[in-house]
Nanobody
């Protein structure tokens, strides 16, 4: 079993910053890509940013230059530094982890989500 837990969401004013964290634990042999997705009210889940095990990153156009994804492979943790936040960034943010278990193949796992609200 692989567990994925996000933290760091909250209420922030426009122009402010937040840092999200996501830790994977459990029966893990290795982790490939990790990423963040968001789901705004009434909309489908969409990509925010991903990072490979080698550190290559990919961002949605809407967050380029404002958000930075990083990871600590020793801690099986991925971070999302969000700066210059806008009201339209308001959403539930989900962490996605592609992990290979000690026994078993490669699968992706989702956290429960952490809510980010950008409002004055």
């Amino acid at each position: 079993q692989v567990h994925v837990v996000e933290s760091g969401g909250g209420l922030v004013q426009p122009g402010g910053s937040l840092r999200l964290s996501c830790a994977a634990s459990g029966n893990i042999f290795s982790i490939n890509a990790m990423g963040w997705y968001l789901q705004a009210p009434g909309k489908q889940r969409e990509l925010v940013a991903t990072i490979t095990s080698g550190g290559s990153t990919n961002y949605a156009d809407s967050v380029k230059g404002r958000f930075t994804i990083s990871r600590d492979n020793a801690k099986n943790t991925v971070y999302l530094q969000m700066n210059s936040l806008k009201p339209e960034d308001t959403a539930v943010y989900y962490c996605n982890v592609w992990a290979r278990r000690v026994v078993g193949g490669l699968s992706d796992y989702w956290g429960q989500g952490t809510r980010v609200t950008v409002s004055s």
